[in-house]
């Protein structure tokens, strides 16, 4: 992706649906989002569980282990290390965190079509590919994460307002079939705000601070 000098490298867009959305997914949306919220979970850091039925002589057991995650040490230490940054790695961050976007829009009542593990759908989620040993300062990494501070304090009441945002266009949709669109467009910018702070803090794949501001 190639980016204007005053373009921040991290940009997100969501179509805004001009049309009527579905009324019944809508209402159902907390318990449809479930199936691929757990997919989500099983590729977005290691966990395990198991389960066990009947008594200790008759007895099934079931196991399962989610691994994945975004990748932050691996990067890291390359960054200081070897001034690099290996283009799969970015990859695998970058789609991982498309495909978080696209659960979060969903759940977030932006689109009525099912998440995609793979499809871009209407969540258009891109970050600068970086020429570590030229964009990045191999120290940088070592303190971004508390630099990014004074952002999650603002995140946490962002994310505050777009609660209450996406209760107002639950109870919007279902007597209208629409969202609000100034509603959609700041909830829109509130998952800009924070994939660009994943991008900076955790990810790494640019220096430049996250500008404090809702436009794109």
């Given at each position: ?17 001009e ?28 966990s ?49 965190m ?27 989620l ?84 996250p ?6």
């Amino acid at each position: 992706m190639s980016v204007a000098p005053d373009e921040y490298p991290v940009r997100l867009s969501v179509d805004y649906p001009e049309r009527d959305l579905n009324r019944t997914t809508t209402f159902f949306r907390f318990f449809t989002v479930i199936p691929i919220a757990i997919v989500l979970a099983s590729v977005s850091g290691g966990s395990s569980w198991s389960f066990q039925i009947g008594n200790s002589t008759d007895e099934l057991v079931a196991t399962g282990v989610g691994a994945g995650g975004l990748l932050f040490f691996g990067p890291l230490l390359l960054i200081v290390f070897r001034q690099k940054y290996p283009r799969w790695w970015f990859d695998w961050n970058l789609n991982l965190m498309r495909f978080s976007s696209r659960v979060g829009a969903y759940f977030a009542l932006m689109d009525d079509r099912y998440p995609s593990t793979d499809e871009e759908q209407s969540v258009h989620l891109d970050i600068a590919y970086p020429d570590a040993a030229r964009d990045l300062n191999r120290w940088l990494p070592l303190v971004k994460w508390f630099l990014a501070i004074p952002h999650y304090v603002v995140l946490a009441f962002l994310w505050t307002g777009a609660i209450f945002a996406g209760v107002f266009a639950w109870f919007a949709i279902l007597f209208t079939g629409r969202y609000p669109r100034g509603l959609f467009d700041y909830i829109e910018a509130v998952l800009r705000w924070g994939n660009r702070i994943v991008a900076y803090a955790f990810i790494l794949t640019t220096d430049r601070y996250p500008p404090f501001r809702l436009s794109p």
